[in-house]
């Protein structure tokens, strides 16, 4: 192997796409290495990454060999029987053959395979020095990269993320010599724009981190990241407070400087009047802000991070504020005139408002929703009356200015115009805020991950509210396609269904989407005046469907939701509960065995030719093994049926592996098929049981492989 050499790469241009970037520069970082592999070129990686910030992308590798090993080829030619003549010399198949491999025949190897001898043309080439390779390599990196939107610039027919104003090139200490964008390669990368506004000289690769860091750039992501949360959790220490730091606004920080400095803020203390998730959705989402909180709840502080050290952070500080306050201003605006109407005011307009076309008005769903909260809460604890009245305002702030402008608080907004609605002043407090929050969480889960409501009212609604979508969605023809799910519906049968289970309410899901679908009735499907309804099976089904991702992130397998969800269970906790016992009692050294055993015994039972008797006729038990069996059937029926009833499904199923040696007995040594029909139907009722009993809990077959 010729030496190796680190290899640095760094594409200069104007601000790339902040939520691209991450990918782009991984891309990038992929494409390189991969049109490296494609020629045979080594590599050594190490703990290599993609290196980026807004005006870069970087790729730095420890070692890259000077050249591709020894290229070998074989091309196949002619068999002999075509190849020579029967004075044996060359025909013109041969000499064609030889003359495009550039030398005389008689240079030609010979290899055989299964059709006979044939010639071949071996060669061997010297690599090619990786220099002569690396601008094919960079293009062909490039053209593979996903740039969502290629832009132009001046006069140039070619096109990339962002304009391209330098390149550098760099394997050991020489340039390698390409041309990119129009822009030829060298050793001169750029600082940072306002502190470093200089050339910086890369003498190796392996000078390059420290030396852009001198330059005022962290090229490290990594570093830049971590960077920012030690600055802003440390100025929200000097705050007196905690920093929210969200994922994703770390994330686009961090894509958008390249030397992060964070800036203390204050905004006027009058604007935590209005519901703090709308301050926050601003300095988040639109400014990427970090808020400042006490014990959970909002200060007038927040952390904006500079992409410059400034010697007055000050003037800093004053500008991040002024932007943020006409949008605050705005929310407190929204909020103050929504209180003037109220919560309850809000709900008159829902009638106007169309929730889908074949599904009526908004007011319309509401009225569907409050029914079934009602038919709902008794089952749960709750009270029915509260249940409907919270129900039928819990859209109402969809009419609200704060939600118009701030879609991602409904709900919240709601929650909080209840708290202060004069038309609620007849309950009590404790039920004012009860109602107050199950607005709020009867959109709980609202995203992957996300807690379930934590009230029981909230509970109700949320089961409520998504049993109305579902069989509404299925009646109106919007069942998901593919990857189009309009209606969200996946998201909601996958919400139902935690919260049913999370929730441990064990109701009964069979009769909830009955009277779910009895509510939406019949809606017109526009061919020839006929109607459609959803159908509960269909819709069951669906859900359950749900669950299989659910369950799978807990390490449920397959064959073992599968045993369960074959017995259609009317409740989801119930299922959970047996899906939690099949996998105590797939751990168990019988279970594979017993799992073949009743698999075989239903095999048997759908053949039967015979009718089978409903009990088990003791006189008719001729073999020991078939009475031991009965035996230890009898008895593990007696000792598991209070169990069963109540849902200890473990105890049910430990039971049941202990019949293990009594059904081996059986198959060894007991023909079930036996020629007397009275016999065979006792050993048929006999298996009929057992296999009853087995799968009680669960179908136990699907856990055989």
Same mark, same amino acid.
């Given at each position: 192997?010729?030496?190796?050499?680190?290899?640095?790469?760094?594409?200069?241009?104007?601000?790339?796409?902040?939520?691209?970037?991450?990918?782009?520069?991984?891309?990038?970082?992929?494409?390189?290495?991969?049109?490296?592999? @494609?020629?045979?070129?080594?590599?050594?990686?190490?703990?290599?990454?993609?290196?980026?910030?807004?005006?870069?992308?970087?790729? /730095?590798?420890?070692?890259?060999?000077?050249?591709? #090993?020894?290229?070998?080829?074989?091309?196949? =030619?002619?068999? /002999?029987?075509?190849?020579?003549?029967?004075?044996?010399?060359?025909?013109?198949?041969?000499?064609?053959?030889?003359?495009?491999?550039?030398?005389?025949?008689?240079?030609?190897?010979?290899?055989?395979?299964?059709?006979? %001898?044939?010639?071949? +043309?071996?060669?061997?080439?010297?690599?090619?020095?990786?220099?002569?390779?690396?601008?094919?390599?960079?293009?062909?990196?490039? !053209?593979?990269?996903?740039?969502?939107?290629?832009?132009?610039?001046?006069? +140039? $027919?070619?096109?990339?993320?962002?304009?391209?104003?330098?390149?550098?090139?760099?394997?050991?200490?020489?340039?390698?010599?390409? %041309?990119?964008?129009?822009?030829?390669?060298?050793?001169?990368?750029?600082? &940072?724009?306002?502190?470093?506004?200089?050339?910086?000289?890369?003498?190796?690769?392996?000078?390059?981190?420290?030396?852009?860091?001198?330059?005022?750039?962290?090229?490290?992501?990594?570093?830049?990241?971590?960077?920012?949360?030690?600055?802003?959790?440390?100025?929200?220490?000097?705050?007196?407070?905690?920093?929210?730091?969200?994922?994703?606004?770390?994330?686009?920080?961090?894509?958008?400087?390249?030397?992060?400095?964070?800036?203390?803020?204050?905004?006027? &203390?009058?604007?935590?009047?209005?519901?703090?998730?709308?301050?926050?959705?601003?300095?988040?989402?639109?400014? @990427?802000?970090?808020?400042?909180?006490?014990? =959970?709840?909002?200060?007038?502080?927040?952390?904006?991070?500079?992409?410059?050290?400034?010697?007055?952070?000050?003037?800093?500080?004053?500008?991040?504020?002024?932007?943020?306050?006409?949008?605050?201003?705005?929310? @407190?605006?929204?909020?103050?005139?929504?209180?003037?109407?109220?919560?309850?005011?809000?709900?008159?307009? /829902?009638?106007?408002?169309?929730?889908?076309?074949?599904?009526?008005?908004?007011?319309?769903?509401?009225?569907?929703?409050? $029914?079934?909260?009602?038919?709902?809460?008794?089952?749960?604890?709750?009270?029915?009356?509260?249940?409907?009245?919270?129900?039928?305002?819990?859209?109402?702030?969809?009419?609200?200015?704060?939600?118009?402008?701030?879609?991602?608080?409904? =709900?919240?907004?709601?929650?909080?115009?209840?708290?202060?609605?004069?038309?609620?002043?007849?309950?009590?407090?404790?039920?004012?805020?009860?109602?107050?929050?199950?607005?709020?969480?009867?959109?709980?889960?609202?995203?992957?991950?996300?807690?379930?409501?934590?009230?029981?009212?909230?509970?109700?609604?949320?089961?409520?509210?998504?049993?109305?979508?579902?069989?509404?969605?299925?009646?109106?023809?919007?069942?998901?396609?593919?990857?189009?799910?309009?209606?969200?519906?996946?998201?909601?049968?996958?919400?139902?269904?935690?919260?049913?289970?999370?929730?441990?309410?064990? /109701?009964?899901? +069979?009769?909830?989407? $009955?009277?779910?679908?009895?509510? *939406?009735?019949?809606?017109?499907?526009?061919?020839? =005046?006929?109607? !459609?309804?959803?159908?509960?099976? %269909?819709?069951?089904?669906?859900?359950?469907?749900?669950?299989?991702?659910?369950?799978?992130?807990?390490?449920?397998?397959?064959?073992?939701?599968?045993?369960?969800?074959?017995?259609?269970? @009317?409740?989801?906790?119930?299922?959970?509960?047996?899906?939690?016992?099949?996998?105590?009692?797939?751990?168990? #050294?019988?279970?594979?065995?017993?799992?073949?055993?009743?698999?075989?015994?239903?095999?048997?039972?759908?053949?039967?030719?015979?009718?089978? #008797?409903?009990?088990?006729?003791?006189?008719?038990?001729?073999?020991?093994?078939?009475?031991?069996?009965? %035996?230890?059937?009898?008895?593990?029926?007696?000792?598991?049926? &209070?169990?069963?009833? &109540?849902?200890?499904?473990?105890?049910?199923?430990?039971?049941?592996?202990?019949?293990? #040696?009594?059904?081996?007995?059986?198959?060894?040594? *007991?023909?079930?098929?036996?020629?007397?029909?009275?016999?065979?139907?006792?050993?048929?009722?006999?298996?009929?049981?057992?296999?009853?009993?087995?799968?009680?809990?669960?179908?136990?077959?699907?856990?055989?492989?």
């Amino acid at each position: 192997m010729t030496d190796m050499h680190p290899l640095l790469i760094e594409l200069g241009t104007e601000e790339l796409p902040v939520k691209a970037l991450p990918g782009l520069a991984q891309a990038f970082f992929d494409g390189v290495i991969a049109a490296l592999d @494609k020629r045979g070129v080594a590599i050594e990686r190490g703990d290599a990454k993609p290196l980026y910030t807004p005006r870069r992308l970087a790729v /730095l590798l420890p070692g890259v060999a000077g050249e591709q #090993p020894e290229q070998r080829s074989e091309v196949l =030619g002619p068999y /002999l029987n075509i190849a020579l003549d029967a004075d044996g010399n060359p025909t013109r198949a041969l000499q064609g053959f030889a003359a495009k491999a550039g030398i005389d025949w008689t240079q030609l190897e010979k290899t055989s395979d299964a059709k006979g %001898e044939r010639f071949v +043309h071996r060669a061997v080439t010297p690599g090619a020095a990786t220099a002569t390779l690396l601008p094919d390599v960079l293009r062909e990196a490039i !053209a593979a990269m996903p740039i969502p939107k290629p832009m132009r610039w001046g006069a +140039h $027919a070619y096109a990339f993320a962002r304009p391209v104003h330098w390149l550098v090139l760099l394997h050991g200490t020489q340039v390698i010599d390409a %041309e990119l964008f129009g822009v030829r390669s060298g050793r001169t990368s750029r600082g &940072h724009r306002f502190m470093h506004d200089a050339a910086v000289e890369i003498a190796a690769p392996g000078d390059y981190v420290e030396a852009m860091r001198s330059a005022k750039v962290l090229v490290d992501a990594d570093v830049r990241r971590s960077r920012i949360v030690q600055e802003v959790e440390g100025v929200a220490r000097a705050l007196g407070g905690d920093a929210r730091i969200e994922q994703d606004n770390l994330e686009q920080v961090t894509c958008l400087v390249e030397w992060p400095k964070a800036v203390a803020c204050t905004f006027e &203390h009058e604007f935590l009047a209005v519901p703090q998730e709308a301050l926050i959705a601003t300095m988040e989402a639109n400014q @990427k802000f970090f808020p400042v909180l006490q014990d =959970g709840r909002l200060t007038e502080h927040f952390i904006g991070i500079a992409n410059i050290e400034s010697r007055d952070p000050i003037e800093v500080a004053k500008g991040y504020e002024r932007v943020i306050r006409p949008r605050f201003a705005d929310a @407190k605006f929204f909020f103050d005139e929504d209180l003037k109407q109220g919560l309850s005011a809000m709900n008159d307009g /829902l009638a106007s408002v169309t929730y889908q076309a074949k599904l009526g008005s908004v007011a319309d769903k509401v009225a569907r929703v409050a $029914a079934l909260a009602e038919v709902i809460a008794p089952q749960v604890g709750v009270d029915a009356a509260l249940a409907r009245r919270t129900a039928l305002l819990s859209k109402a702030d969809l009419q609200s200015r704060m939600v118009n402008e701030f879609p991602e608080l409904q =709900g919240i907004a709601g929650r909080d115009y209840a708290r202060r609605d004069a038309a609620l002043a007849d309950l009590s407090d404790d039920d004012r805020t009860t109602l107050a929050n199950a607005i709020d969480e009867a959109w709980q889960p609202r995203f992957a991950g996300d807690d379930i409501a934590l009230s029981p009212l909230g509970k109700t609604l949320a089961i409520a509210e998504r049993l109305d979508t579902l069989a509404g969605g299925f009646a109106a023809g919007l069942k998901p396609t593919g990857n189009k799910d309009a209606f969200a519906l996946r998201r909601n049968a996958l919400g139902l269904a935690r919260t049913l289970i999370e929730s441990g309410f064990d /109701l009964d899901l +069979h009769a909830l989407l $009955a009277s779910a679908i009895e509510r *939406v009735g019949a809606l017109p499907t526009g061919k020839d =005046g006929a109607t !459609a309804f959803a159908d509960r099976g %269909e819709l069951y089904d669906f859900i359950l469907d749900r669950l299989k991702g659910y369950y799978a992130d807990k390490g449920v397998t397959v064959q073992q939701f599968n045993a369960v969800a074959a017995l259609q269970p @009317k409740s989801l906790y119930d299922l959970d509960r047996r899906i939690d016992a099949i996998g105590t009692f797939a751990a168990l #050294p019988e279970a594979e065995a017993l799992a073949a055993a009743d698999k075989r015994i239903r095999n048997i039972l759908r053949k039967a030719d015979v009718e089978i #008797p409903g009990m088990v006729d003791p006189a008719l038990l001729r073999e020991p093994a078939e009475a031991a069996l009965a %035996e230890a059937v009898e008895a593990v029926q007696a000792e598991t049926g &209070h169990a069963l009833a &109540h849902g200890d499904y473990v105890s049910v199923l430990t039971h049941l592996a202990r019949l293990r #040696p009594q059904v081996d007995a059986f198959f060894d040594g *007991v023909m079930v098929n036996a020629d007397d029909a009275a016999l065979r139907a006792n050993r048929l009722a006999l298996l009929k049981r057992l296999s009853e009993r087995l799968g009680s809990v669960a179908a136990i077959e699907h856990l055989s492989s």
